[in-house]
């Protein structure tokens, strides 16, 4: 594994929202047993502790999490479903929707939330059978386990898509490599716009990468998080509120990071540039 991959993996453990905020409750408990030897140690944990738990509450209880993840959903929104652009030289879908252990465990292409990436792959590779596919993923969590290519694989044939059609590349472990390894991909002649399937709310950091490369392609979000438009204040389901606010947070981190080390085009890309 990269050494830049082990890096970014192993930060995000740690400052993903849902984590972040256990572990500072963790200290503040911590602190708190320090408050009868020094009692502003006690005032210190309770205001942490309060604020930690209002944070958790926004993000678990209200809208919030659709609201951050807006702007990015919103952002390529405008060619949802748009497939007027063509001719188009293939279809290129980015990997993360499978579920390796379970696929491995089952013999079964598990997906996760993100399976509408592989589910419209293959609807646009029936509505256009002349077309190559990329699929871009080559995650292996462990050996002797399915790889995002293995599980796609079987997605594929199942699904009666022409597996000599599609190419895998089994070398991409991020947004910046997925872009690198399709454009090695790309045969020579194949000059008219790709399609890029992802998810909505990963397009806009998709987007700069894949410019930076040099692929002329046309974003196809798919994948919604978010319903783009205001459903009041309060949502009560905890535990998907919070998953999405880990998604919208990874995403803005990544286009800041992407930015900083001259791996997109843009820090926020749009239609325009």
């Known amino acids: 594994m990269a050494w830049d991959n082990i890096i970014s993996r192993g930060l995000w453990v740690i400052f993903q929202p849902g984590n972040l905020l256990f572990i500072i409750l963790l200290l503040s408990l911590i602190l708190n047993n320090f408050s009868q030897k020094k009692p502003k140690y006690k005032t210190i944990s309770k205001r942490i502790i309060v604020t930690t738990m209002t944070i958790l509450f926004f993000a678990g209880f209200t809208n919030l999490s659709s609201w951050v993840l807006w702007p990015l959903e919103e952002r390529f929104d405008q060619y949802r479903n748009d497939l007027s652009q063509g001719p188009y030289a293939g279809i290129i879908v980015l990997g993360g929707s499978e579920k390796l252990s379970v696929s491995t465990s089952s013999g079964q292409a598990t997906l996760n939330h993100g399976s509408e990436r592989l589910i419209t792959a293959a609807q ?136 900083l080390t001259n791996r997109s085009t843009a820090l926020f890309p749009s239609p325009d540039k």
């Open 124 to 259: 646009l590779a029936r509505k256009f059978p002349s077309l190559p596919i990329i699929h871009s993923g080559g995650t292996r969590l462990a050996e002797g386990e399915l790889s995002e290519n293995d599980v796609a694989k079987l997605f594929f044939t199942g699904a009666g898509i022409d597996i000599t059609r599609i190419r895998f590349d089994d070398k991409s472990y991020n947004t910046h490599t997925n872009a690198l390894e399709s454009k090695a991909l790309i045969k020579p002649g194949e000059n008219a716009k790709w399609l890029l399937v992802t998810s909505a709310f990963h397009m806009p950091r998709s987007v700069g990468a894949f410019r930076k490369a040099g692929i002329n392609f046309q974003p196809y979000p798919v994948d919604y998080k978010s319903t783009l438009k205001y459903q009041g204040f309060f949502q009560l389901e905890f535990s998907k509120n919070l998953s999405h606010f880990d998604l919208a947070i990874h995403e803005y981190i990544g286009q800041v990071s992407y930015y």
